[in-house]
């Protein structure tokens, strides 16, 4: 994988889309086998699950193989997505903004995104975040919050530490819990769930 010329570049469409010309797979942060405990833990087979900012990650597809089948995958990015209807025509891809999710109020029962909130955030000064920066993320959860049952859960995984990331998850909303994995560098799993004085306000 080459670095793009700048952290910027994450959030742009375009270095996305070159990138993913020709790169076929990549993972962010650790794989699959690193966390599955985690999601088993808190993720049932029948679950209708949204995956934000699939990338071509190996993680819906492991997850699928798994018996994960109802997964719904979205990513802003149609090169990438084009490329993985193709080789996984069993699951739904769907070009969208995380920010403007298209989907009815309570489709899915656990969004999941791995390493797309970092990207999103990469030029934030972690102990100062911008009014922008802060808006984008409540957007962003406030979305979550509406496309999931009442019931539902929304799984962060991330290397982000708990005192920057729960502020922006916003807990007035949620209760969350995180867990940590990975050797020697620990990534952190968060699950939150709607509390119920939130979920009447829906």
Request: charged share 30%; hydrophobic share 40%.
């Amino acid at each position: 994988m080459d670095l793009p010329p700048s952290n910027e570049s994450y959030k742009d469409m375009n270095y996305w889309n070159e990138r993913y010309k020709t790169e076929e797979k990549y993972d962010w942060f650790k794989t699959y086998k690193d966390f599955v405990h985690l999601l088993e833990e808190h993720v049932k087979k029948s679950d209708r699950i949204l995956m934000l900012g699939c990338g071509n990650s190996c993680l819906s597809e492991q997850m699928f193989n798994d018996g994960f089948k109802h997964i719904v995958n979205v990513d802003f990015s149609d090169i990438v997505l084009k490329k993985m209807r193709l080789k996984l025509p069993s699951m739904e891809w769907l070009t969208m903004d995380i920010k403007h999710l298209a989907f009815i109020a309570g489709s899915f029962d656990v969004v999941i995104e791995k390493g797309t909130l970092d990207a999103l955030l990469v030029e934030e000064d972690v102990w100062h975040i911008s009014e922008e920066g802060a808006e984008m993320m409540s957007q962003i959860v406030e979305n979550v919050r509406h496309v999931l049952t009442p019931s539902g859960k929304f799984l962060s995984i991330t290397f982000a530490q708990p005192h920057f990331r729960m502020p922006l998850i916003r807990k007035e909303f949620w209760d969350v819990k995180y867990e940590t994995f990975g050797d020697g560098f620990h990534y952190f799993f968060y699950v939150a769930k709607m509390k119920q004085e939130a979920d009447e306000d829906r």
